[in-house]
């Protein structure tokens, strides 16, 4: 079995290289990551700085270890290796393949890859998942905020929805679906992200959509989903200068989540641009229900006859998920 390497190189948007096979080589037409056979006498990190040498005349620095992968090919039998690979001089040139791309992990599945890169291709992806949900958990101030959501925008959605079963803005919409009635109300989805909620209110009959989101690279990707009316950049966290009562309903998913997301104090910003008697659908994490000071917040609303809690219900983020979250039904008195 012959030993083979593979460098994932990444660029600052945390994109990575692939390159194309040349026609006459073997697998023509197919992308994959570079890299080529251990020599007899090198290491494995030897051949990577060699064959990236050759290959894209780049200098590198070889990282850890992301993931093997075995495949039996007709021409023999491979373990492919593949390293984190960062460029120390030299731009990525074309010396041996035919075309060169910088990718999104997500869509890495959109190209022809050589079948044992395929593996590889499946680990990226589910690392890039991980670790951007994890930088979610991690938030500590509106500014690693912001980082985040503008590094998740582009691909936000196959990673949610597609890659991990996100259907809590499916849940809540249905929600708000049935405490009101009137779908024709004006509708302001907090928090809006890239339109996933405002998608399933549309399909449910909502036809007066307006969103909120305090990142530009999220609310153009909400933009291009046209079921908005407008779309209001604006930071939860500090005084929102709208009329007060132009709403007859509003709806948020997710925003409640984290430490260094909107804090309790949005509720009341939030109520206010509510009509009297206007339905507030939106999800609280139990973290944030109680530790983040939520529940106190919700009954100094209430006390002030700002926003009452109608419902609220134990359901989970992502399917097959125990539930996690407080999806809840508040009503401006």
């Known amino acids: ?41 090198e ?9 990236l040498s050759e290959e894209l005349d780049i200098e590198i620095e070889v990282g850890d270890p992301i993931t093997e992968s075995h495949y039996v090919y007709e021409h023999g039998e491979f373990l492919l290796k593949a390293f ?24 890495l599945e959109k190209y022809p890859l050589a079948p044992a890169d395929i593996s590889i291709a499946r680990t990226l992806v589910k690392r890039s998942t991980d670790d951007l949900r994890q930088r979610s958990y991690d ?19 196959q990673h ?15 929600m708000l679906s049935a405490a009101e009635a009137d779908h024709n109300v004006r509708v302001l989805d907090v928090g ?14 909502f036809v007066q959509l307006d969103g909120l989101d305090f990142s530009s690279e999220m609310l153009e990707k909400a933009r291009r989903k046209g079921v908005y009316r407008e779309l209001i950049q604006a ?35 939030i109520a206010r641009l509510l009509k009297p008697g206007a339905i507030f659908a939106c999800t609280i994490t139990p973290a944030m229900w109680d530790d983040g000071g939520f529940a106190r917040t919700l009954e100094d609303l209430r006390l002030g006859s700002l926003l009452e809690i109608r419902e609220v219900y134990e359901r989970a983020f992502y399917v097959g998920s125990e539930p996690d979250g407080h999806f809840c039904i508040l009503q401006r008195p």
């Open 235 to 269: 930071d939860l966290n500090e005084p929102l200068d709208f009329i007060q009562s132009t709403y007859g309903a509003a709806i948020s998913c997710g925003t409640f989540g984290h430490t260094g997301h909107a804090d309790a104090s949005a509720l009341g910003r």
């Open 192 to 205: 809006c992200g890239t339109g996933l909620v405002g998608a399933c209110l549309s399909k449910l009959g």
């Open 43 to 51: 290491n494995e990190q030897e051949c990577l700085k060699r064959e």
């Open 160 to 174: 949610l929805v597609k890659d991990s079963g996100y259907v809590a803005p499916t849940v809540i919409a249905q």
């Open 84 to 107: 984190e690979v960062h460029i120390k001089t030299g731009e990525p040139t074309l010396t041996v393949h035919d075309q060169i791309a910088w990718v999104e992990p997500v869509d």
């Open 139 to 157: 938030i500590k101030n509106p500014e690693e905020a912001r980082d985040l959501y503008r590094d998740w925008a582009s691909i936000y959605d």
């Open 1 to 41: 079995m012959k030993i083979v390497t593979a460098g994932v190189i990444r660029n600052n948007t945390r994109q990575v290289l692939v390159v194309r096979r040349a026609l006459g080589q073997s697998l023509s037409g197919f992308w994959e990551f570079p890299g080529g056979k251990v020599e007899p006498g």
